[in-house]
Structures are given as C-alpha cells and as structure tokens.
C-alpha cells in the first residue's frame, strides 16, 4: 500500500494517531486515508488545513499514500500571505474536517472532507523516490515566503536516519503539541511516528498539564522547540509531577531553535534526563543529532546523520578542516534528505546551492568529536522566534501597508521564553497621532500570520540610515 509507512499493511489493532479523545489504529488509518486517496488521486496538488487535529493527519497519509503532492497551510494565516501561498502553489482542493470554517480565500477550491473512516481502494503502486510529497513553506530575509518541495525520498532518508540516532522504533509513544504546517510537527511528529508503525498522541495545543499528563500514561517520547522545554523547566520546580513524568521519558528531542544551556541544566537537573538536541531545516529535514547511544551534548546538535554529508565553508569559501571547537564556517550539507527546489523560483533555488551542497546560512563550529554547535546565523534579517522563522523583509511590508506607518524596520531581540522577539521600529506617518502598538501587532497577525506580529513596537522621529539610504539596523538598540 505505501512505501512511507509499511505498518498500514498490517492492518494491525495498534494505535496510529490520538488526539485527545479521537484514535485511530493502523488498520483504521489505512481503511480512512486510502479511501480519501482514492478519492483525490490523479489531482495535481491539494492543500491541507493543518489544525492541530486527527484530520490533519489523516489528510497527510492520503496524499502521500496517493502521490499527490500537499500544501500544509496554517489555519491561522492571514489574507496576504495565505493569498500568495495559494497563488503560487495553485491547489486543486483543499482537504479540511468537516466542521472546519475555512476563509473565503479557498471559496475557489473543491473543498474535501476528511474522512476518519473508510475501506481503502487501489493506490498508485509505485511512485519515484524524488516525486514531490510535500510543499511546505518557509520564510526568507526578504519577499514572501518560498515553497520547499520535499520529494518523498526525503521524508524517508530523514526519518530512518532519526531512527538510527533515537533507536526509534513501533514500541515508542510521541507525545507533542506542534502545530502541523511546518517539518516538526508534521513530518517529524506524524509522519515520523506513523513510518516506525508507533504511536502519536498530540495535545491538541502545547501545555506543560498536557506533556505531563500523556508522559505519565504511556509517553515514551517527547518533542519541542525550545519555548516549551523553557515552559517546562519553569515549571518543574513546584511540580513533581511533571518532574516524574519527564524522568520516565525515554527520549526528550528539542529542535526548531537553539536550546539555552539554562533550560539544558534546570531540567538534567531535576530530572536527571538530558534533552537530545537535534538540528534541521525546512529545506534540509534533518542533519544533525545527539545520538541516544551517543556522549551528552548539551549546546551541541550533534554529529550528521546516517546520510548525511556535512562541510563548514570559511568567509574564503574553502572549505574549514580544522575540528577545534573554534574555527567558524557556514554549514553547508548534501544528502538524499534534501529538497529539490523552491516551487516556482528557480533564481532563488541556484543561490542556495553551491553544486549539490545546499548552504543552510547558519554558521558553526566543529569539536574533535565532530559535534557541530550552531553559533548563529547569516542573515541577522532573519528571526527565530518560538521556534518559528520569520522574515525582517515580510512583516517590514505588511507595517508599511498600514496607513499610520511612514517607515518601518523590524529586528530581533533576545527573549527569555520565545528565545527571539520580534521588534519594529517605527516612523508614524504622523507623530502627533501614531498608531498604537497593539493596532500594528494586530494587522500584522490578520496580514501574515499571530506568530509574525510585533512582541514589541518603539516609535523613533527617523530610522538611522547610511549615506547609501539603507537602514542601519546595528544602530537600532533598546533606547
Ligand atoms: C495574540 N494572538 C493573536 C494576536 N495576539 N491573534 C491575532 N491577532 C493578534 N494580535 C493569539 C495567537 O493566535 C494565539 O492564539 C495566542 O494569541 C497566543 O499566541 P502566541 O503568543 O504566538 O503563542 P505562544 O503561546 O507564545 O506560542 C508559543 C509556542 C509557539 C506554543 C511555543 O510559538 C509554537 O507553537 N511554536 C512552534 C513553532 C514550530 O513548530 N516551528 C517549527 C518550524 P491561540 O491561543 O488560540 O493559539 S522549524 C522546522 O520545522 C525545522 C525543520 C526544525 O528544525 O524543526
Ligand atoms: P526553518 O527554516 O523554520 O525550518 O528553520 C530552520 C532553522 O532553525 C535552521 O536553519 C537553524 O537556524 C534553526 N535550528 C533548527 N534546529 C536548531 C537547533 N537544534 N539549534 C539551533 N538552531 C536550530
């Protein structure tokens, strides 16, 4: 039936998927998701409301299962850029749950219901290893954001590697509360689990009650971006609960961002588990990890995985040999984990390869041990926040399309729970009547998307330029 996940062959009684009360065991998936693939099979490309429900995952497997590319959308985007993501990946239908509300936006496309039962039919039996299963879409410096085609050799190379360095296998439970547009939670934390035929549980949204609970009852797994586990190492203190429930994990992952050493050391601390960091990209799927089997790496993401190439590349463009702990390159990778392209942008796709080395703009350093730690980034126009990337470049042109607004930059700074906060700096169009803070957060969240909006808003007389007119973000600093 697929080869992503041979477990929908067993037809076995073994829970697949459990978000809160609603579960679907495997035989059940595969009776639910090949029914819809049949359904939607022969479409070009379909897009998926990606709450954080059963039918989202549902929806997932069947387009894979029907080798029909998806488009995972953030039910939360806002007019301008869910309009461009529909522009520029031009779906046929979108599958939905349905009581779903959808905006009017997708009024054009054929809505499907998820189904979440069903007798499977006859599925496409083979399909190419570099056929694109899924496009998911990333934020860049500048410009909206780009479509990462992800072909269904990535999602396998990628998830059998995370089984080598996790010893991941059916008998683990996942616990997370990731939302299901972006790499982690969806093709980490559904695809990942569903493809060693195991089990997740999502908690619907995160909650430290939540991952302590579904820890206790069965949990074997956990997986976060670092906002979370700050979220949990608060917590522990008064809670010795949650501090059980961690301790009986077998494997707690953080990703998406760089873990603080503070929360790496609250939570070995009371736990006495160490949190495995693991680094990817949406481009990249994964690339590094601290294996199970392997030393504590606490700041460090690890050695490459199983199949995957790894190189620092100096400001000379050489490629950097020494493995000191101290010598700075630019971590460029290659492997069959990769991407194949950013739809529609072949300009964009040339730049960010050199060869078949893709060059990731993150800068690192490698010990004698080969551990890689990630000391920043390329591209101060680029922030992380929550675990989510965000572009300067985006949310400085949906500020500048709000009436009040004459100029606007946007940066990040360091934020103690979201690990970066997004700032804008704003000129008003006029000063004696400027728009307030929670107004321009606001658009920003119904143009782009919540996660996007300003944490903080300054309002300066004018931005500090150069004598060339450009913006002098290193100037812009807490007043
Ligand atoms: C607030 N809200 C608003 C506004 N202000 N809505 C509209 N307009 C406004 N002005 C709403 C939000 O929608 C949300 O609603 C609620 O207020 C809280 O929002 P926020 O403050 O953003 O949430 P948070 O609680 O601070 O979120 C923290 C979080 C979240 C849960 C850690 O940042 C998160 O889920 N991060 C995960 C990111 C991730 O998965 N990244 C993976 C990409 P409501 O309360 O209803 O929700 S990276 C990747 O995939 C690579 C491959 C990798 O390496 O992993
Ligand atoms: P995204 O484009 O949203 O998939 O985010 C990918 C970026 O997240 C990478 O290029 C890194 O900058 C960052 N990232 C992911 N995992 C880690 C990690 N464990 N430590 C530091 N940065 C990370």
Redesign the pocket.
């Known amino acids: 039936m697929s080869d992503l996940f041979p477990a929908l062959h067993t037809a076995s009684d073994r829970t697949a998927l459990r978000f809160g009360e609603r579960a679907l065991t495997y035989r059940q998936l595969a009776g639910a998701a090949g029914a819809l693939a049949v359904r939607i099979g022969g479409a070009s490309r379909v897009a998926l409301w990606a709450a954080p429900t059963l039918e989202t995952a549902v929806g997932a497997v069947a387009a894979l299962l029907a080798g029909v590319p998806v488009v995972p959308l953030n039910p939360?985007t806002g007019e301008r850029e869910l309009a461009h993501i529909l522009a520029d990946s031009r779906p046929v239908a979108v599958l939905a749950a349905p009581g779903d509300e959808l905006p009017a936006a997708l009024d054009g496309l054929q809505r499907v219901d998820v189904p979440v039962t069903g007798t499977a039919g006859p599925l496409p039996a083979a399909l190419g290893p570099l056929s694109p299963a899924l496009i998911?879409y990333?934020s860049g410096t500048t410009g909206p954001p780009k479509g990462a085609v992800l072909p269904r050799r990535a999602v396998a190379a990628s998830l059998d590697a995370l089984e080598d360095a996790w010893a991941w296998t059916a008998d683990d439970v996942l616990v997370h509360?990731?939302?299901l547009f972006?790499?982690?939670?969806l093709?980490?934390g559904v695809l990942g689990p569903l493809r060693r035929g195991g089990e997740v549980r999502h908690l619907g949204?995160?909650s430290v009650e939540g991952v302590a609970r579904e820890l206790a009852d069965g949990g074997t797994m956990l997986f976060?971006?670092p906002?979370?586990y700050h979220?949990l190492a608060e917590a522990l203190d008064g809670d010795p609960e949650l501090r059980e429930a961690l301790t009986g994990a077998r494997l707690l992952v953080s990703?998406?961002?760089a873990l603080p050493l503070h929360d790496h050391r609250r939570i070995e601390a009371a736990t006495g588990r160490r949190v495995i960091e693991?680094?990817?990209?949406?481009e990249?799927?994964?690339n590094t990890s601290v294996r199970v089997d392997g030393p504590p790496g606490a700041g460090s993401v690890g050695t490459p995985l199983r199949g995957v190439e790894l190189r620092l590349v100096g400001e000379d463009g050489a490629a950097v040999t020494a493995y000191d702990g101290e010598t700075i390159g630019e971590v460029q990778v290659r492997g069959e984990n990769l991407f194949t392209e950013y739809l529609n942008r072949p300009e964009a796709t040339a730049v960010a390869f050199d060869g078949d080395w893709f060059r990731t703009g993150d800068m690192a350093v490698r010990d004698a041990e080969g551990s890689v730690r990630i000391v920043g980034r390329r591209a101060t126009d680029l922030i992380k926040?929550?675990?989510?990337?965000i572009g300067a470049g985006e949310i400085e042109n949906a500020l500048l399309e709000h009436p009040g607004v004459r100029e606007a930059a946007v940066t990040g700074e360091p934020d103690p729970?979201?690990g970066e906060r997004v700032v804008a700096w704003i000129v008003a169009a006029d000063a004696q009547a400027p728009p307030s803070g929670?107004e321009l957060?606001?658009h920003?969240?119904?143009q782009l998307?919540?996660?996007k909006?300003p944490?903080t808003v300054r309002f300066l007389d004018a931005l500090p330029r150069n004598d060339m007119g450009k913006i002098m973000k290193r100037a812009l600093a807490v007043p």
């Open positions: 939360r998911v990333t509360g990731l939302p972006h790499v982690h939670g093709i980490l949204r995160f976060g971006v906002t979370m979220r990703g998406s961002a693991r680094y990817g990209m949406t990249t799927l994964m926040s929550g675990g989510y990337k729970d979201l929670d957060a606001a920003v969240a119904a998307a919540p996660h909006r944490r």
